[in-house]
């Protein structure tokens, strides 16, 4: 109306799902594949913080222009060096796979993010980030973190069976998929088993890491899950179907979620991507590398997919394709409905 005051735009960036990897090393391609999956779906703007060594930055920056317009428009990117704010980098380097522990800084070096969805390289999105974003709002006055078990099973878990070191629950959490209220996560003082006061997340770092290293196995994972043992109502534990492992059916289905709604976020952890010892996440992943942008996704991505389930049908993963199909499927009618109902509301005329 005339002379009526507009709302103040909101910030880019609370507009924004903050999605943050880290890449070293040879994981350009992955990387660059999982960020493709991100975008295929999502419906609300995506912020990409790319944290990676200064040999891959040039090949980040070319790879993401080369995307059509109407993917590059959908989402914003940042490439960060890797940085360690406390301690000794490269120790830090060294802490299970290289640049790992980078994800452990996040809340410190992002400060003016509010949350932030941090996932490793070889995960894949199956469904809208927008449905995982949504999550936070579940969070509790407490909690400000969100991550998968480890294992559904206590007693084929790794973590109750071999860890020498404090863990999360009855089996430990998954740090390959982890939402963040990194707000909160800022102005926390944790408990913990080093001083009897709390400390910072930053303060509370390098002493943990100095304390555990002769009893870690998984780097980051196991400090976040010694931070996380100590204070447990700082965490919210999504189910399985958002961090799907070979884990969860390689030795039989063992994600109920899964089974009854269909993966949402792949995680072809072990390498599985890249050999052939489970060829169902190898399938998918090489569907989504191989799918043109601009192409029919039912034509191009579904159907391809299909097939290439049917010469997997041999393992145990394998034989439950609906699992991996379900949420795909879901999220790919979708998408053409929206992009229906924008087409007939442009052309139509009353």
Request: hydrophobic fraction near 35%; aromatic fraction near 14%.
């Amino acid at each position: 109306k005339p002379g009526e005051q507009k709302p103040p735009k909101e910030p880019s960036s609370l507009q924004c799902m903050h999605l943050a990897v880290v890449a070293c090393g040879d994981r350009l391609q992955e990387t660059l594949i999982m960020l493709k999956s991100a975008v295929l779906f999502s419906n609300r703007r995506l912020c990409f913080h790319i944290f990676a060594e200064d040999s891959l930055k040039p090949e980040f920056e070319k790879k993401l222009k080369e995307w059509p317009s109407s993917y590059t428009k959908k989402f914003e990117s940042s490439i960060y060096p890797i940085t360690f704010s406390v301690g000794n980098a490269q120790e830090w380097k060294k802490l299970f796979k290289p640049c790992a522990a980078q994800r452990l800084f996040l809340p410190v070096i992002l400060k003016d993010v509010d949350s932030l969805l941090y996932v490793d390289t070889d995960v894949l999105f199956l469904r809208p980030i927008d449905d995982i974003w949504h999550l936070l709002r579940e969070f509790n006055s407490t909690q400000l973190a969100a991550m998968a078990p480890e294992h559904e099973i206590p007693k084929i878990g790794w973590y109750s069976r071999f860890a020498r070191h404090p863990y999360y629950g009855s089996t430990g959490v998954n740090s390959g998929v982890m939402l963040m209220n990194l707000t909160r996560i800022r102005s926390t003082h944790f408990k913990n088993s080093l001083i009897p006061s709390g400390l910072t997340w930053e303060e509370m770092l390098y002493p943990l890491y100095q304390k555990y290293k002769n009893y870690i196995t998984w780097g980051d994972q196991d400090l976040l899950n010694i931070i996380f043992y100590f204070n447990p109502e700082c965490l919210y534990v999504f189910p399985c179907q958002w961090n799907y492992r070979p884990d969860h059916c390689m030795y039989g289905s063992n994600c109920r979620g899964a089974e009854e709604e269909g993966v949402s976020i792949l995680h072809g952890n072990r390498g599985v991507y890249h050999d052939d010892k489970q060829p169902t996440f190898k399938a998918l992943y090489e569907v989504i590398r191989d799918f043109p942008f601009e192409d029919n996704l039912f034509q191009s991505l579904y159907y391809p997919l299909q097939s290439k389930f049917l010469d997997t049908v041999h393992t145990l993963c394998g034989r439950i394709p609906q699992v991996f199909l379900k949420q795909i499927e879901k999220t790919m009618k979708k998408v053409y409905e929206n992009r229906v109902i924008v087409y007939l509301g442009a052309n139509h005329r009353y």
